[in-house]
């Protein structure tokens, strides 16, 4: 029996050895496939992209972020400088074609080349379709379109080169299905998805992998930048709680841990969440049932008034319900992910 007992006890820190052996070697190998690359992180200064720039610098790659905001821009170098990362940090207006080019060839005559390009900057306008106008429709595109397809395109040429890279694309939900009171968002971000799909087929002869990431609500802190119309504190209330509810929004880091993992593996597409994942399949297979239930939701939604058509930021649109218990945990995300200032 205690041969038997002594034989057991073995097998079991054997087997626990070797199970931590796999693991070490497991993070080894992820840490490797990172380590020394060079990452281009576009909108990197604050929400998702600063999130997966700090992932990023953890494996040990090279950092270049951009965003139009200078002091946001130093904020996060400083953030990620902390963690040990090697970063260039350029101030870049991502709607201007010429600017998007002189800041990747910054980055490629400072780091060598760009292994991934990641695109996660953009804006969100929330308010209904009264209060838009042509030019929000305009913005959205320059902001969340046409930003991503310069930036593509510029890395395009090293990357074929090399015959290697990788793009991540961050859409949205709202690219799949067309929430109401975010309708220059949803047809930009719609644009978006066909683009990042048909890029991947197109450019995969030339050695490069495109994923595309749709994800749906995320507890970034993003709601405090975003842009309100109309009944612009109605509007960021149920804007800010839906992106602080524990169940249908996700942690920023969770989601930033997927994306890393959906694009080292080479993924077509992944949506990030369980309420997205359930909104896009009802969409597709029961669009008359989605269309009238998204009518519906856009009937208890305020209706226009308040500022008009005038803009007003998240955090100039505050009420007794956002900022609350309610929305605490977007607020925390705001204060961790440099969306506060």
């Excluded at 490797?32 to 999130?51: D, E, M, P």
């Amino acid at each position: 029996m205690r041969n038997s007992s002594g034989v057991s006890k073995a097998l079991l820190w054997s087997a626990a050895g070797a199970g931590l052996l796999m693991f070490v070697r497991s993070q080894s190998v992820r840490e490797s496939r990172l380590r020394g690359k060079v990452a281009l992180v576009t909108g990197g200064s604050r929400g998702l992209g600063l999130v997966l720039a700090r992932h990023l610098a953890d494996e040990g790659a090279r950092i270049a972020i951009c965003a139009r905001d200078e002091q946001e821009l130093a904020d996060a170098r400083y953030d990620l400088q902390t963690r040990g990362a090697d970063v260039l940090a350029i101030p870049c207006d991502l709607r201007n074609r010429d600017e998007v080019q002189m800041m990747v060839a910054r980055v490629e005559a400072h780091f060598g080349a760009i292994d991934i390009l990641i695109n996660t900057a953009g804006i969100i306008s929330v308010g209904p379709l009264e209060e838009m106008t042509i030019e929000d429709f305009y913005n959205a595109m320059d902001s969340n379109f046409w930003s991503g397809v310069y930036t593509s395109l510029s890395v395009l040429p090293g990357m074929r080169r090399r015959r290697s890279g990788r793009i991540v694309n961050i859409t949205s939900i709202g690219g799949k299905i067309a929430v109401p009171h975010l309708l220059p968002y949803s047809a930009s971000k719609f644009a978006f998805v066909g683009f990042s799909r048909g890029l991947r087929s197109e450019v995969m002869k030339d050695g490069i992998v495109v994923t595309t990431v749709v994800p749906g609500l995320m507890r970034t802190g993003s709601p405090r930048n975003a842009e309100f119309k109309g009944k612009n504190q109605l509007e960021y209330a149920w804007f800010s709680i839906s992106d602080s509810l524990p169940i249908a929004s996700m942690d920023a880091d969770r989601a930033a841990r997927q994306i890393i993992d959906a694009m080292k593996s080479g993924e077509v597409e992944i949506t990030l969440t369980a309420p997205a994942r359930i909104a896009a399949a009802a969409d597709a297979l029961f669009p008359e049932f989605s269309g009238r239930l998204l009518a519906a939701a856009n009937r208890v939604l305020p209706g226009p008034g308040g500022i008009g058509q005038r803009v007003a930021k998240g955090k100039d649109s505050t009420s007794a319900v956002s900022p609350s218990m309610l929305t605490a945990m977007s607020e925390r995300a705001a204060a961790r992910n440099n969306e506060v200032r």
